[in-house]
């Protein structure tokens, strides 16, 4: 046999724990003439310890490194199903409690941070706060329809003659004017110097008396 199988036999008989004499029995045993000497046995046996030895710390790393690597890899996937279960609780809290102050919603439902909600808000659900816009009544779902088909007829209409229809459709508005009209807060401002006392005014309403006005 050749220098690297009889060592590879040798490290096979050093893992079933024998000894130096016991490998050389066993090689002799099976080689016969072909099996090395008792000194080249007991000479390589050193070298095998520490062969064996880096082969199982350089296992050992690899296994912990695997292992490492599957904690951080479960870390990730825990901190990213508490980050979508934050964020469905959150978009879920927005939705129920529209008219609500929603500082008493993060600490009574949420237990979480003001400044996390806010985050999860804006970063990955992309919400907004808007103030309602004031409209002059809202329409019933009768009054969506005739306008939907007011609008589906003009549109066929403009399609049919553009210019024509362009000449011809006037638009509507109709608004309320007031006789008076306090100025606002911002208007009221001034421009006052050091030591100077703050300005004050009445407060004004406005009046009472209007008429419609229709623009065209």
Known sequence: MEKQENRAVMKYF?????????????????LGTSSPSYSTVKHGFPSLKR???????FANLLRSAHLQQLRVVDTFA?????????????????????????ANIVDTWLKMSYERVQHI???HLH????????VPRL?????KLIRKYISTANLSLYKRNPSEFLRRFVTIDETWVHHYTPETKEQSKQWIGPGEPTPKKTKTIFSANKVMATVF
């Open 139 to 143: 329409l019933t779902v009768d009054q």
């Open 51 to 57: 062969v064996v030895h880096v082969s199982t710390m």
């Open 121 to 123: 808000l804006h970063q």
């Open 14 to 30: 050093y893992l079933k724990g024998l000894t130096p004499k016991e490998i050389k029995e066993e090689m002799d045993s099976t």
């Open 78 to 102: 825990n901190v990213e199903r508490e980050r979508c279960a934050n964020v469905s609780t959150t978009r879920s809290c927005c939705k129920c409690a529209e008219r609500k102050r929603f």
């Open 127 to 134: 919400m907004e706060k808007l103030c309602a816009r004031w």
